[in-house]
């Protein structure tokens, strides 16, 4: 990743985001298309595997024990539950299963678990992604024992906004936890949250520091915000999607190498919108009808906006699963 550039300023940024819309897309698609093939976007499948009760305080989320959102508290899945529904996701044409636990950090024992529940998704065939709160260094050093390819903590908004989303973790926390995941050889996913109340300025000080990191992490995740009853950012102004699209622009100039993923949030967009992202430069999405705890679009609307945008599923080199291509 060397000829990649770590030393953005903001003002390069800011600049970026106020190119007049078909100038910024105009850019952006061409660094995506001379960087990935223009009509494939990679296809993850989330699954919950330890659902609520968590002792954070994300104001965003439906799984903190600080927000009354009615979420039943689960226990951590049995690995054979994870087994079919990564073997589900595998048939629907899935190559990456992402696995995420509603913790601060996993503890020893619960890591185990997980472990397993990796190595049997593995034996699929599947890449995976865990997300488990914050790790330890030789927790990340296990995680990459046993094969995990990626690994999911967000920096989820700016330095300088943060503190008004989440006390009970720094953004120097989730920094470690990246420097850990890194430093073992895990694949980074690493992202954030948009329509939080942050200002553009906020936006692009988040990709700064994503783009600034030692290396691009390989996955960005950009989420829009799902609102959810009982937290507190439930009723905030909704982002403008052109903002949102921008913003998917600016992710992919800074970081043109990275799989750029349009995560959360497509059950409140258009078919129309989601076009503009992938043609900004989005090459990532979840399929399948859940997120973690939220909905996300049924399974036969995006094979049919698939479809109608020409778009295939990206296939694994060593594995071909089908039934997402156009
Ligand atoms: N507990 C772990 C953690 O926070 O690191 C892993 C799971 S957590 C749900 C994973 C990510 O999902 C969060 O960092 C956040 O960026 C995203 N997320 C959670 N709730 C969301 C919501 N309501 N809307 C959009 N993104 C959300
Ligand atoms: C990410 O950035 N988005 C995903 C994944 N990483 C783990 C999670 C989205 C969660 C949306 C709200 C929910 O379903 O609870
Ligand atoms: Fe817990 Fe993760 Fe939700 Fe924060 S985002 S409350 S850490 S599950």
């Known amino acids: 990743m060397s000829d990649l550039r770590t030393n953005w300023t903001l003002n ?18 061409s660094i995506h298309r001379s960087n990935f093939q223009p009509n494939q976007v990679q296809v993850s ?29 689960e226990r951590l899945l049995p690995l054979d539950e994870v087994i079919s ?11 990456r299963f992402c696995m995420g636990a509603a913790w601060r950090n996993p503890t020893e024992k619960s890591l185990n678990h997980v472990i ?17 709160g914050m790790l330890e260094k030789n927790q990340a050093l296990r995680l990459k024992d046993c094969g ?22 720094t953004y120097q926390d989730r920094l470690d936890t990246l420097e850990h995941v890194r430093d073992a050889g895990i694949n980074v996913c ?49 982002l403008d999607s052109f903002e949102f699209i921008r913003t ?9 190498k990275s799989y750029v993923r349009l995560s959360a949030g497509r059950t409140e967009m258009n078919d129309e919108t989601q076009a503009l992202c992938f043609f900004a430069g989005a090459n990532s999405m979840f399929y399948g009808d859940r997120l973690l705890t939220t909905d996300n679009p049924d399974e036969n609307h995006d094979q049919q906006l698939f ?14 699963p089908t039934s997402l291509s156009a």
């Open 12 to 29: 390069e940024i800011e600049v970026l985001f106020e190119l007049p819309f078909n100038d910024l897309l105009f850019k952006s698609h």
């Open 45 to 73: 499948t989330l699954l919950s595997i330890k659902t609520g009760a968590c002792p954070e305080d994300c104001s965003y989320c439906s799984q903190s024990a600080r927000n009354d959102t009615g979420l039943e508290r």
């Open 85 to 95: 529904a990564a073997t589900e996701a595998k048939n629907n044409g899935a190559t």
């Open 116 to 132: 397993d529940m990796i190595e049997a998704v593995k034996a699929l065939d599947m890449e995976t992604c865990v997300t488990l």
């Open 148 to 169: 995990l390819d990626y690994y999911n903590h967000n920096l989820d908004t700016s330095p300088e906004f943060y503190g008004t989303v989440i006390s009970t973790r």
């Open 190 to 238: 690493s992202g954030g949250i948009l329509g939080m109340g942050e200002t553009r300025r906020d936006r692009a000080r988040l990709l700064q520091e994503l783009a600034n990191l030692p290396e691009h992490p390989q996955s960005v995740p950009i989420n829009d915000l799902v609102q959810i009853q009982g937290t507190p950012l439930d009723g905030i102004d909704k």
């Open 248 to 256: 998917i622009a600016v992710a992919r100039i800074l970081m043109p």
């Open 307 to 320: 479809k109608r945008l020409g778009i295939q599923s990206e296939k694994r080199e060593v594995s071909a």
